[in-house]
């Protein structure tokens, strides 16, 4: 399959990882739009949230068990926002399920 987040899993293209364990991976997002932006992607392969089912929603959960270490860990150290697009109205660009961890500065408001 050709997507570049299995590929970051598998090691042939290169990321500055940040966290890994045997389910998740998370690493810093090759084009940041905020002092900490880091990505944090399943080692499975679910394309988006429209992929996310009773028998692999484990993994989302351990995800988000631990987007807060990872954000602090990173500077994120007065709060943080996580976002996933979903599809071509948000602009999803790569079809590998992931969660946007951005923080170290006020973000702006407008989410859009
Ligand atoms: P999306 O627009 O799908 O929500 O976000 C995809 C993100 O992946 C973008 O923020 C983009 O900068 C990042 N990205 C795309 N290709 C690579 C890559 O090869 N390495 C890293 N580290 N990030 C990537
Ligand atoms: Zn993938």
Redesign the pocket.
């Known amino acids: 399959m050709d997507c570049?987040f299995c590929k970051?899993i598998k090691g042939e293209?290169p990321?500055?990882k940040v966290y890994e364990d045997e389910k998740i991976l998370a690493?810093?997002?090759?084009?940041p739009?905020a002092p900490v932006?880091v990505?944090v992607i399943p080692k499975e392969h679910i394309p988006s949230c429209d992929g996310i089912t009773a028998q692999n929603s484990a993994v989302v959960a351990h995800i988000f068990e631990n987007i807060p270490e990872i954000a602090k860990k990173c500077g994120c150290t007065n709060g943080y926002r996580v976002?996933?697009?979903c599809g071509d109205d948000?602009?999803?660009?790569?079809k590998h399920l992931?969660f946007?961890i951005l923080g170290g500065k006020s973000l702006p408001e407008n989410m859009g």
């Open positions: 570049i970051i293209i990321s500055t690493f810093k997002d090759i084009n739009m932006h990505l976002i996933t697009n948000a602009k999803q660009s790569v992931h946007h």
